[in-house]
């Protein structure tokens, strides 16, 4: 797993505020951890995060750390800037990745690397936090590039 | 219980719209274009306003139907009701709604009705302007991942890499909709043809979508009246018959930050079935198909999962002279759809729907007896409906 100092896309896009929810995986992502939900009743891989577990109905519902790696399950390259940030800056890749270790659960993030970059459906991929100590609050985000 | 069923029990009586507007240009206010539409409709239909005594609507709907029924001064207001969620994959429940309430006698005459003024209001295709985001689209907008468009754009990625799609395929649908669209005046796109040139030319909004491949977004307003069946047989226009209305979707659709697990689909797999079940026929039977363009990609899909081709075939079926009105084998967006007629949220291609039936299309299929509509792919719920002819009956 690696750190990323520039940010993939510009500053001004809307920045993630945790919620009761969900605030152990954004405050993991200040520290360089990805924890997703898992019910200890049955041991249910879940994201993203919800009040019960989908199989057993369990409210008793944990977060654990996982590895940074998965590999890409759909992707796309956007062109058309959606929000006015996003203005001028051309393409990006966003990814879908499936995390194999943890049921298979899937996770978005940006593609790190050159957006022209040739994708590949079933590629390995591996973790990459993005912080943004200058904004107000500091947030993390979860990135991925091409495993080495 | 006796068998449960809608079929040919309820009826298309009337159909309206406004005039179909680019997005913020409709001279008048969104509710306006709402009585309008309703009131086309009841014209149509040869039936007092009055009468209407229910109203149904789909993607929260603005315009509340207690306030239309007092500025109308229907007689009474039996039936007020509301498809949850979906966006446009609400029209074809819209329907079944509406004729769910006639079939059982909670209402006589119920409107189904959908306006947007995109100038009055804010427009789908642009991302949140907040500071702060959080639940589910903190997962998404964080990392540019806003638009519709985008968050669909990766279901299609998937299942055209699944199945071997190639870009000609999604290309073949939006010329469908351009073709049919350059035959009807009502159309945004009439007079603007696109060729294929055109398309391979245009720019990417998000891969696997060129410009082309993504809906228009429009100001106006679209309402179809329902009656029982008995009573549309004495008014002014040729009977639509529901055959039958299905929405919903499959086991864990709405799975948060995109882990529905079959995940490359529009949401139709067990949908469909349950539409056939009702109006008794197969994909085979239909005669003219009205298939909700949000996207190329969900109708590609849509396609697929109402059992038109397998999914192998796409490359081979989807050829735009195999969905014209004129010798295709399935016609398919006869009046432009959402792509080039206008983006009414569907409901302009359930209104198409009746005219092919009642052979008013100006891409007219000939001897059309079942015409369906299939509303808003790859959100939850999705929906979709069957009209059927008398001799369907
Ligand atoms: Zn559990």
Redesign the interface.
């Known amino acids: 797993m690696s750190q990323v100092n520039k940010s993939y896309l510009p500053e001004g896009l809307p920045i993630p505020a945790a919620e009761p929810l969900d605030e152990p995986f954004w405050s993991g992502l200040r520290k360089n951890k990805i924890r997703v939900q898992r019910c200890k009743a049955c041991s249910n891989w879940q994201w993203g995060p919800e009040w019960v577990c989908h199989k057993c109905h369990s409210f008793d519902i944990g977060w654990e750390e996982i590895e940074g790696k998965g590999r890409i399950f759909s992707w796309t390259r956007m062109w058309h800037p959606v929000h006015p940030a996003l203005n001028g800056h051309g393409a990006y890749i966003t990814v879908l990745v499936e995390i194999p270790h943890a049921g298979n659960i899937r996770m978005i993030g940006n593609l790190l690397g050159d957006p022209m970059q040739k994708v590949e459906i079933g590629a390995m991929v591996e973790a990459s936090f993005e912080h943004h100590e200058a904004s107000d609050p500091p947030f993390s985000l979860l990135h991925w590039k091409c495993a080495a | 219980m006796g068998v449960r069923t809608l079929r040919g029990k309820v009826a298309v009586a009337g159909i309206g719209e406004t005039t179909y507007y680019k997005h913020g240009k409709a001279p008048d206010a969104e509710f306006k274009l709402a009585l309008q539409a309703i009131l086309a409709a009841a014209q149509d239909a040869g039936i007092d306003p009055r009468e209407i005594d229910g109203f149904a609507s789909y993607s929260n709907d603005r315009n509340d139907p207690s306030r239309i029924a007092a500025a109308l001064g229907t007689r009474e207001l039996r039936f007020s009701n509301m498809q949850w969620g979906g966006g446009g994959g609400g029209g074809g429940a819209a329907v079944g709604n509406a004729a769910a309430a006639v079939a059982t006698g909670l209402a006589d005459c119920v409107v189904v009705f959908r306006a947007l003024a995109q100038g009055q209001f804010a427009r789908f ?23 519709p ?2 968050q669909y ?3 299609v ?2 299942f055209m ?1 699944e199945h071997g799609v190639k870009q000609e395929a999604l290309r073949a649908i939006a010329l469908a909709s351009y073709h049919h669209a350059q035959a009807n005046p009502r159309a945004v796109m009439h007079g603007r043809p696109l060729d294929e040139a055109t398309y391979d030319a245009s ?6 979508f060129h410009l082309f491949d993504c809906c228009m977004e429009n100001d106006g307003a679209a309402a179809l009246i329902l009656v029982s069946a008995e009573r549309a047989k004495d008014l002014k226009q040729k009977p639509t018959y529901v055959l039958a209305s299905a929405g919903g979707s499959h086991h ?1 659709c709405g ?5 529905d697990p079959i ?2 689909t529009s949401n139709f797999t067990t949908v469909a079935p349950h539409l056939y079940d009702m109006a008794g026929i197969s994909a085979r039977d239909v005669d003219v198909l009205q298939c909700y363009e949000n996207f190329t990609g969900g109708v590609l899909m849509s396609l697929v999962e109402h059992g038109f081709f397998p999914a192998e075939a796409a490359n081979d079926f989807l050829k735009p002279e195999n969905l014209f009105a004129k010798g295709g084998k399935l016609p398919l967006n006869t009046s432009g759809g959402n792509l080039a007629e206008c983006y009414m949220h569907g409901l302009e291609l359930q209104i198409e729907a009746v005219r092919q039936l009642r052979g008013q299309s100006t891409s007219q299929v000939a001897d059309v007896d079942v015409s369906m509509v299939v509303a808003g792919p790859m959100v939850t719920p999705v929906s979709s409906c069957i009209f059927g002819s008398e001799a369907t009956l």
């Open positions: 295709g642009q991302g949140p302007q907040t500071k702060t985001i959080s639940g589910n689209k903190a997962y998404e907008a964080p990392y540019g991942m806003m638009s468009g985008q754009a990766m279901k990625m998937r890499h720019r990417w909004i998000v891969e696997p864990r799975a948060p930050s995109h882990n995940y490359a």
